[in-house]
């Protein structure tokens, strides 16, 4: 995801792949709550065996102001937050997807040894039916 969709239908440049130091920024600015990361991780933990995304656990003000921080994030000049939020449309599709994005960005790098390393961690679930092989 590369674009939000504002209230008049235009659209903007985001940037998902978010820094440790943007996340910290965020949080320091009151933008993101001190345990985002966290629950980034046991959203994407509990999705890792399942389809989908345990929605529980995601606060909607981070889910919400996610979406500025993607916008803001790599641009020199930029829209305020409150205007920011006066223009952008209420699309709870649109934000979720924007933070599965970003979840995705922070789980599945082939480099990321960390998060690949919570993925094998993850015990698999076994077959518990006994079937016997025919010949």
């Known amino acids: 995801m ?6 008049d239908g235009s659209s903007i440049s985001i940037n998902t792949k978010l820094s440790l130091w943007d996340l910290k920024a965020a949080q320091n600015d009151g933008l993101i709550s001190a345990g985002f ?5 046991s959203v994407g ?20 102001n996610l979406s500025y921080v993607c916008y ?10 409150d205007d920011f939020m006066k223009n952008i449309s ?4 649109q934000l979720m997807d924007l933070y599965a994005d970003v979840l995705i960005d922070g789980m599945e790098s082939k480099n990321n040894k960390l998060a690949n390393s919570f993925k094998y961690a993850t015990p698999k679930q076994k077959n518990k039916s006994k079937k016997k092989s025919r010949r």
Do not use: H
């Not at 590369?2 to 209230?7: A, D």
């Open 37 to 41: 990361v966290k629950d980034i991780i």
């Open 90 to 93: 209420l699309d709870l599709a």
């Open 45 to 64: 933990m509990g999705s890792l065996n399942t389809d989908m995304f345990d929605v529980e656990k995601i606060n909607v003000d981070d889910i919400i």
């Open 72 to 81: 803001k994030n790599g641009k020199s000049e930029y829209l305020e937050y």
């Open 2 to 7: 590369n674009k939000l969709i504002m209230m």
